[in-house]
Each structure stands twice: as structure tokens, then as C-alpha cells.
């Protein structure tokens, strides 16, 4: 009875054994097989990091090559200005024909506007006795008008220019002012004007 109960602990001891080998080289199968997995997706992330390292260079150069050419078509199109203009200063050598050469530079200016509009500059020229307004005007002088109200434009001196919707050059006026706030003004700039001299 002895003998078979150590036989059967025996066997039990031996299966157990058996099956701790088994578990034993299954886990260090599945160990490989995840090591093989990390090694695959490593690599993976490696070559997309490559690429998107390259994508991020691709993406430069491009980049750089639209800002260097981007304004090529318009070029294009005022080269031809330009031609016109150089063949208008040899006519003056040659011509005595003025109001011909005045019109040929007349339809050339009109030929460049034209251009700047197609690729969204446009001029804008202020009339007199229209609201000053500082987003669109820049004051270079004030001076009184008996015609015009207090806060208009008396004068243009330069137009503007916008691109698109933005103003990137203001129109240059002159502003109509009270005499009160001419005064006010002009006391304003002396009294800076002494400061000055005195400091």
C-alpha cells in the first residue's frame, strides 16, 4: 500500500514536473513571440519616423521653393510693362510726336494697374469732402475750409493702395479743422517745441 502511494506521489511529482517544462518552454515561446512583436513594431516606428522626418523636409523645400517663385505669373505679366516703358524712353530720343508718347505711357500705367487688380491691388483715391477715417487716410496737414465740415478731407495728396480687403499703403490728405482746434494744436506743438529747447 506503502509502495503505491509513493509510486503515485512519484507520477504526481513527474507530471507535475513535466508540466512546469511544458509551461515553462510555452512562456518562453510566447516571451519570443512578444519579443518579436516589440522588434517588428520598433522597426515599424523607426521607418515612420524616417518618414515623417523626410515628409517634414519634403514639406520645407516645397515650401520654399512656392515663396521663392510665388509671385512668378505676376512678373510675368509686368515684364511686359516694363518693355513698354523702355520702348516709351527710346521713342523720346527719337520722336517728336509728345501727346503720342504720352499716350503709349498713359496705356502702359492703365495696362499695369490692370495687372496689380488681376492679382488683388487696387487703388483707392479719396474725394474731397469725404469722412477722414484713420484706418483708410493718413493726415499730413489740417487746415480750415468754409466749405467743408470739420473732420473732412480738403486735400489728396497720394492714394492708397489695398490688397485684397487689407490697406497696405493709406491715402495721403489734408484734414479740415476748426480754427479752435488749429489753435489748440499749434499751442500743443510750441509748447513740446520749448520743452525741447529748454531741455
Known amino acids: 500500500m506503502e509502495k503505491v502511494e509513493k509510486d503515485s506521489v512519484i507520477e504526481e511529482k513527474e507530471s507535475l514536473e513535466e508540466g512546469f517544462k511544458e509551461k515553462e518552454e510555452s512562456l518562453e515561446e510566447v516571451l519570443q513571440k512578444k519579443e518579436q512583436e516589440v522588434k517588428y513594431w520598433?522597426?515599424?516606428?523607426?521607418?515612420?519616423?524616417?518618414?515623417?522626418?523626410?515628409?517634414?523636409?519634403?514639406?520645407?523645400?516645397e515650401k520654399e521653393e512656392y515663396y521663392k517663385f510665388a509671385l512668378e505669373v505676376v512678373f510675368k505679366e509686368l515684364i511686359l510693362c516694363v518693355d513698354n516703358l523702355e520702348r516709351a524712353l527710346e521713342a523720346f530720343v527719337h520722336s517728336e510726336n509728345k501727346e503720342a508718347l504720352k499716350e503709349g505711357v498713359e496705356i502702359t500705367l492703365k495696362t499695369i494697374l490692370q495687372t496689380l487688380e488681376k492679382f488683388g491691388l487696387k487703388q483707392f483715391v479719396p474725394s474731397v469732402g469725404e469722412p477722414f477715417h484713420p484706418y483708410l487716410h493718413e493726415a499730413l496737414s489740417t487746415e480750415e475750409h468754409p466749405e467743408i465740415s470739420e473732420g473732412s478731407i480738403t486735400k489728396v495728396y497720394q492714394k492708397g493702395y489695398k490688397l485684397h480687403d487689407r490697406v497696405i499703403r493709406p491715402a495721403l490728405v489734408c484734414v479740415c479743422m476748426s480754427k479752435k482746434e488749429k489753435l489748440d494744436t499749434e499751442k500743443e506743438g510750441n509748447i513740446i517745441e520749448n520743452e525741447i529747447k529748454e531741455g
Open 42 to 61: 520598433k522597426e515599424m516606428a523607426l521607418r515612420y519616423a524616417a518618414e515623417v522626418e523626410n515628409l517634414k523636409k519634403s514639406f520645407k523645400k
